[in-house]
T-cell receptor, first 115, second 111 residues
């Protein structure tokens, strides 16, 4: 059983389009995250939600809007896609945020290419 | 703010060679330290972690010790295998469990 799943796995789209990436976890965790990995493999957190409440919102353009309908899902909607949005987007989850010892479990990634 | 510095890569080794990947960090408070591994085309997997000073994390023959005095968490393995070829990320947790990653280093192991 996949613990953290993402759809789609690959996404190729034109500049200016709007797209969504979905993430689901079946681990019963309260906290979910979105990370962006650029072409040089550098990973940076974008958002985190704890039980549907926004906790972390890094300096991400407001074209990116996360939505958490329930604590098992965290979707990422991107408006007006730009070339620089091309990257691999990873979803992750953890039990919570109370302890710095929490392990985050990552999904397989969504490879977004904007043409 | 928190930061993680990894040695520059890539690293290429022959099978059964000894591996060291350096990682140092800057953080406030008492973070936990992690090594994550990313195999080609896959997501990140936790390799090992240490939650307090002098703790040693270990998994699959890899080890790393949380050294507060040198703010380091170097990854070591005594004998690498071809299957260890991957990208390795050092990371630490800060407030709200925010993970800060190093730049990652690509390891290639030749038969």
């Amino acid at each position: 059983d996949t613990a953290v799943s993402q759809t789609p796995k690959y996404l190729v789209t034109q500049m200016g389009n709007d797209k969504s990436i979905k993430c689901e976890q079946n681990l019963g965790h309260d906290t979910m995250y979105w990370y962006k990995q650029d072409s040089k493999k550098f990973l940076k957190i974008m958002f985190s939600y704890n039980n549907k409440e926004l906790i972390i919102n890094e300096t991400v353009p407001n074209r990116f809007s996360p939505k958490s309908p329930d604590k098992a899902h965290l979707n990422l909607h991107i408006n007006s896609l730009e070339l620089g949005d091309s990257a691999v987007y990873f979803c992750a989850s953890s039990i919570g945020t109370a302890s710095l010892q929490e392990t985050q479990y990552f999904g397989p990634g969504t490879r977004l290419l904007v043409l | 703010g928190n930061s993680v510095t990894q040695m520059e890569g890539p690293v290429t080794l022959s099978e059964e060679a000894f591996l060291t990947i350096n990682c140092t960090y800057t953080a406030t408070g008492y973070p936990s330290l992690f090594w994550y591994v990313q195999y080609p085309g896959e997501g990140l997997q936790l390799l090992l972690k240490a939650t307090k000073a002098d703790d040693k994390g270990s998994n699959k023959g890899f080890e790393a010790t949380y050294r507060k005095e040198t703010t380091s968490f170097h990854l070591e393995k005594g004998s690498v295998q071809v299957s260890d070829s991957a990208v390795y990320f050092c990371a630490l947790t800060g407030a709200n469990s925010k993970l800060t990653f190093g730049k990652g280093i690509t390891l290639s192991v030749r038969p």
